[in-house]
C-alpha cells in the first residue's frame, strides 16, 4: 500500500474468464467436470497487489457471488491493516502509529488477532520477524521510494539514522487489552509494520471464511501468497508455478508443486520490491540484525498449511543463514523451504522436492 493511495478511487478491474471443456487453465492441467465451469476473478485494489480466486460453479454468476464475497472480505482486512492511509469510521493499524505515547486505541478484533498472532510469530523466529520494526522500515520505505521516483540519485539511509530509529523496536511496547479491546504503542516514537504478517494472515482467514461458507475447489493468489481448498474439480491437486526471481530471464518459472487441501504456498525475495543504489539492488526485507536488506538469498519459498505462518516464516527464513534455515525448518513440522541463490542454485529442506512436479 503506496502512501497517498486512496483505494477507494483506484479502477477496480474484475476480469471473469470462462473456460469450458478445457485442460489447461491458469494454475494447471486437469479435466473439468461436465456439469462445473472453471472461472476466474482478479482484483488490482487489495493490499497494492495483484489478486486472483479461481473456482468453479455451474454459471458465471454464482461464481461472481463468491468472488465478491471474498473480495469484500480482503478488502475489510486490508482497510484495517494499512499503516499508510485512514478510512472513514476504521480505526486501523495507521490509527495505532498516529496514537504512539498517547492513548489505547479501540480496534476491530481482526486486528487484535493479527497483532497477537504476530507476536507469535516473533516469539517463533526468535526476533527475525518483528512488526514493531516500523520505525526502521519507515526510513527505508521513504528512500526506496525516492530512488524508485529519481534512480539516479538513489542513497542508501545513514546507518546513524538507522540505529537510532532501531531503540524503538521494543515488541514488549505493543500492549493489547483483549478485555477493553484496546492496542497502545508505549514508545511514542515507535509505529508498527505489519507487512511480515498482514497479506498471508488475511489470506488465511478468508479461505477459512471460504470454507465456513461452503466454497469447495478454490483457489486464492492474494499478491503470491497462494491458498487453496481442495483440489481441482477432478480431484487431482492445483499445480503452482513458482515465480523466477531473474526477472531477466525467459524462464517465468522456476519450479512448479503441486498443492493438496489446505496448504498453500508463499515465496520473498530480493525481485518484489527494491531499488538500486550504485548498481546494487536494495529489497524490502530488513535484517533486524543489520538493519540493512538480507541479500544472500534471491528468494525463499515455503510450503505449510497456514498462509499466514507461511508469511512470516519466508520473512524469517530470508533473514537467516541457510544452515539456520535448515535447521529451523527441517526441526518443525509441516514446513518445507526452498531457497534460491542469485546463481540460480537451490537447496531444499528435506521433503520440499516431494511437491515438485515437472
Known amino acids: 500500500m503506496n502512501k ?8 477496480i478491474v474484475l476480469l471473469i474468464v470462462f473456460i469450458v471443456f478445457t485442460r489447461k487453465g491458469l494454475f494447471g492441467k486437469g479435466d473439468v467436470a461436465e456439469e462445473q465451469n472453471r472461472y476466474t476473478a ?7 497487489t ?73 516469539a517463533a523466529t526468535d526476533g527475525r520477524v518483528n512488526i514493531a520494526m516500523g520505525s526502521v522500515l519507515s526510513i527505508w520505505h521513504r528512500y526506496r521510494e525516492a530512488g524508485v521516483d529519481d534512480p539516479e540519485n538513489a542513497k ?6 538507522l540505529q537510532a530509529a532501531a531503540q524503538h523496536t521494543d515488541i514488549e511496547n505493543l500492549i493489547i487489552d483483549e478485555t477493553a479491546k484496546t492496542v497502545y504503542l508505549q514508545d511514542p516514537e515507535m509505529s508498527l ?31 503470491g501468497n497462494i491458498a487453496g481448498i481442495d483440489g481441482r474439480i477432478d480431484g ?33 525475495g530480493d525481485y518484489q520490491r527494491f531499488y538500486e543504489v550504485d548498481g546494487k539492488r536494495y529489497c524490502h526485507i530488513i535484517n533486524p540484525d543489520t538493519l540493512f536488506p538480507s541479500d544472500t538469498f534471491a528468494q525463499v519459498s515455503i510450503i505449510t498449511d ?28 509441516n514446513i518445507e523451504a526452498m531457497w534460491v541463490y542469485a546463481d540460480g542454485s537451490i537447496v531444499y529442506s528435506d521433503n520440499f522436492e516431494q511437491y515438485l512436479v515437472e
Open 4 to 11: 497517498g493511495k486512496i483505494l477507494g478511487v483506484i479502477l
Open 42 to 48: 482478479t482484483f488490482i485494489d487489495i493490499f497494492d
Open 50 to 122: 495483484r489478486t486472483e480466486i479461481v473456482g468453479y460453479a455451474p454459471t458465471e454468476d454464482e461464481f461472481s457471488k463468491k468472488a465478491t464475497a471474498l473480495r469484500e472480505e480482503l478488502i475489510n482486512y486490508n482497510n484495517l491493516y494499512d499503516i499508510y492511509n485512514d478510512y472513514e469510521g476504521v480505526n486501523n493499524i495507521k490509527t495505532i502509529n498516529d496514537n504512539a505515547g498517547l492513548q489505547p486505541v479501540v480496534v476491530d478484533e481482526k486486528i487484535i488477532d493479527l497483532l497477537k498472532f504476530s507476536k507469535e510469530m516473533y
Open 156 to 161: 542508501l539511509p545513514p546507518f546513524e539514522e
Open 193 to 223: 509494520d505489519v507487512g511480515s504478517t498482514a497479506k498471508g494472515y488475511a489470506a488465511q482467514k478468508t479461505m477459512e471464511f471460504a470454507k465456513d461458507s461452503g466454497y469447495s475447489n478454490m483457489l486464492l493468489s492474494l499478491g
Open 236 to 268: 487431482t491437486p492445483f499445480r503452482l508455478g513458482i515465480q523466477n526471481p531473474d526477472l531477466d530471464s525467459d524462464v517465468e518459472y522456476i519450479k512448479k508443486v503441486d498443492i493438496k487441501d489446505g496448504q498453500c504456498v508463499v515465496s520473498s
Open 306 to 333: 497456514d498462509s499466514g505462518m507461511a508469511d512470516a516464516y519466508s520473512t524469517a527464513l530470508y533473514n537467516m543463514t541457510i544452515e539456520e534455515g535448515l535447521e529451523f525448518v527441517n526441526t518443525n513440522e
